[in-house]
């Protein structure tokens, strides 16, 4: 996942720059079903691949790679088509802290890592 905005400046513009190269989760889930139905709600643990990069301007460019720890939150629905089949959708908030990029004396950017995913999958059961 790739993020990215423009600042234009007098004399030249700012670029920022976040890219999430891995994430996974240990969450825990909880849910009630409704005859062949089942909505639930999950939370846990997230932890990824964070590189933000600071440009400022054409020349000084900044940047921190890091394995961030941090949290998520979510809801799905699964529903039984068969007896082996089911359908399911998830959303999930994802939240990796944020990171602050010091670039000069008294001078930072702080990147805001997070985002929301949505799955939806196709489950067989033996």
């Known amino acids: 996942m790739k993020g990215h905005s423009?600042?234009?400046?007098?004399?030249?513009?700012?670029?920022?720059?976040?890219?999430?190269?891995?994430f996974g989760s240990i969450r825990a889930?909880?849910?009630?079903?409704?005859?062949?139905?089942?909505?639930?709600g999950t939370g846990g643990l997230a932890i990824g691949g964070v590189e933000n990069r600071y440009l400022d301007g054409p020349a000084d460019s900044y940047s921190e790679k890091n394995t961030k720890i941090g949290?998520?939150?979510?809801?799905?629905?699964?529903?039984?088509?068969?007896?082996?089949w089911s359908a399911n959708a998830e959303y999930r908030y994802v939240d990796l802290r944020d990171q602050t990029i010091n670039y000069a004396p008294n001078s930072s950017t702080t990147f805001d890592n997070t985002f929301s995913t949505v799955?939806?999958?196709m489950n067989y059961k033996f």
């Open 6 to 22: 423009d600042e234009v400046n007098v004399g030249g513009g700012d670029v920022y720059d976040t890219k999430v190269e891995w």
């Open 119 to 121: 799955r939806i999958g």
């Open 29 to 40: 889930s909880a849910g009630y079903a409704f005859g062949s139905t089942l909505v639930y």
């Open 71 to 84: 949290w998520t939150i979510g809801a799905g629905l699964e529903q039984a088509i068969t007896d082996h």
